[in-house]
């Protein structure tokens, strides 16, 4: 079956997806299989269904930019996350914020406010940054053939609870470097330890269970929508009674 722009904006209606919310959106391309224009057609889909809303790509460039490479350029530096972000942070209007390492871009309502803080910060994915703010504005993350592995939003919660040994002491000296050749000074912490992001899938049934999470289809892909400010809930309160919750990656033994 090939995809087209309408089919495309048929399933983020049957997906739940509010047009005038905030909507974050993981994703692998090759996931939704044929798409009639190829990557720009889901992005146009994407795009003119979140008009009157706020649509948000991570931008990534973890993989990239560090100690020795220490110079993110906000115009230039590819993201590491796939191919949509990297063609979305180049369309017209739409604004990438200045974070070196977890940077992401922002297309529509209030697009400015909320990426102008994320340099402000030496971590991740603080409470101030666009992380937080997605809690703040009641977001949608939309999962597109990519499972909770690939759910950045999880590692704020573990950062918002402070949950021990997910982020280095010390600082890296990195760099964001703006259109105007302007460069700014980023002390950053970075995501350290075991792969804790690679367990997140444990509790894929749990969000579920708790009305966090259901599921769909965008393009041939399993289409995944999380409410933001409910996973939180959910996953604070876990987090909270036990701390070593990702450390492994075994199924959980007792499913409410």
């Not at 994320?118 to 997605?134: I, N, V, Y």
Request: charged share 25%; net charge negative.
């Amino acid at each position: 079956m090939t995809h087209t722009y309408e089919s495309l904006i048929a399933q983020l209606e049957e997906l739940g997806i509010d047009r005038h919310g905030t909507l974050l959106m993981h994703s692998s391309m090759k996931s939704m299989g044929e798409v009639e224009g190829g990557a720009d057609t889901v992005l146009d889909a994407l795009s003119d269904y979140m008009k009157d809303g706020l649509l948000v790509l991570p931008t990534h460039t973890w993989s990239t930019i560090n100690k020795s490479n220490p110079l993110f350029h906000v115009e230039t530096s590819s993201c590491c996350v796939g191919i949509l972000p990297e063609l979305f942070r180049k369309r017209p209007n739409v604004i990438r914020s200045w974070h070196p390492t977890h940077s992401v871009a922002a297309l529509g309502k209030d697009a400015r406010a909320f990426t102008q803080d994320d340099h402000l910060f030496d971590t991740p994915c603080a409470r101030g940054s666009a992380w937080g703010k997605l809690l703040d504005r009641q977001a949608t993350i939309l999962l597109v053939g990519v499972d909770l592995k690939r759910n950045t939003f999880i590692h704020g919660i573990e950062e918002w609870v402070d949950i021990p040994g997910r982020m280095t002491d010390e600082h890296e000296m990195l760099y964001t470097v703006l259109p105007d050749g302007t460069k700014i000074s980023v002390p950053s912490r970075r995501h350290c330890g075991l792969s804790w992001s690679e367990h997140f899938w444990k509790v894929d049934e749990v969000l579920v269970q708790a009305g966090a999470m259901h599921k769909g289809s965008f393009g041939d892909a399993v289409a995944s929508v999380c409410d933001a400010e409910r996973t939180t809930e959910v996953l604070t309160e876990m987090l909270k009674e036990n701390p070593d919750l990702f450390s492994d990656n075994e199924p959980l033994a007792d499913l409410k």
